[in-house]
């Protein structure tokens, strides 16, 4: 699986939008991009996860970028439920029967 | 939706006990998985299975067993408890080779 780079904590205001980057410089053709979170003493969640095209759920939004060097997860609107660490993940699809590989994440804190 | 469960959130055992971590997903999915995850070590992977009855080790297994007799149920068995077994453990699952893994609440196991 490729590396990725995420920023260590960040905060954001309830209510704006929370935009967490993630660098992937080295991911390859077939590896796609995922978002899990984890709230504090809870199992990882699934959020959002792409290849190449943006993506919108009804959690976040994710954003790659055209080189697929870097993407974007949004949250539109955070709520305080919205504190989590953020993981970003490539890997190839196939492997989703693979060991999932978390890395530091951002610590994202909504302030009231 | 997927839901997966585990048997206690929070688990308190003394050393030498035989512990028994359960987990049930309701969407007859194939594979499951037992991890672990303790600060700065991040999840790391004990024992999954690709179906009933089959069983391979992860990464770090000794210590622990596994049970699958029914495709719904992926049982851990901490054969005799230590002290360096407390930690929060976490059973996810996904379908054959999709992407996309699904975690339980997660049980969180002291041992005293």
């Known amino acids: ?112 | 939706d997927v839901k997966v469960t585990q048997s206690s959130r929070y688990l308190v055992k003394r050393t030498g006990e035989k512990v028994f971590l359960e987990c049930v997903q309701d969407m007859d999915h194939e594979n499951m998985f037992w991890y672990r995850q303790d600060p700065g070590l991040g999840l790391r992977l004990i024992y999954f299975s690709y179906d009933v009855k089959m069983k391979e080790k992860g990464d770090i297994p000794e210590g622990y067993s596994v049970s699958r007799e029914k495709k719904e149920r992926f049982s851990l068995i901490l054969e005799s408890a230590s002290t360096n077994q407390t930690s929060m453990y976490l059973c996810a699952t996904v379908q054959g080779h999709k992407e996309t893994q699904y975690f339980g609440p997660g049980t969180r196991l002291l041992v005293l």
Not at chain 1, 17 to 24: I, R
Not at chain 1, 69 to 92: F, G
């Open chain 1, 1 to 112: 699986d490729a590396k990725t780079t995420q920023p260590p904590s960040m905060d954001c205001a309830e209510g704006r939008a929370a935009n967490l980057p993630c660098n992937h410089s080295t991911i390859s053709g077939n590896e796609y991009v995922y978002w899990y979170r984890q709230i504090h003493s809870q199992g990882p969640q699934y959020i959002i996860h792409g290849l190449k095209n943006n993506e919108t759920n009804e959690m976040a939004s994710l954003i790659i970028t055209e080189d697929r060097k870097s993407s974007t997860l949004i949250l539109p609107h955070a709520t305080l439920r919205d504190t989590a660490v953020y993981y970003c993940i490539v890997r190839v699809a196939s492997q989703g029967a693979q060991k999932l590989v978390f890395g530091q994440g951002t610590r994202l804190t909504i302030n009231p």
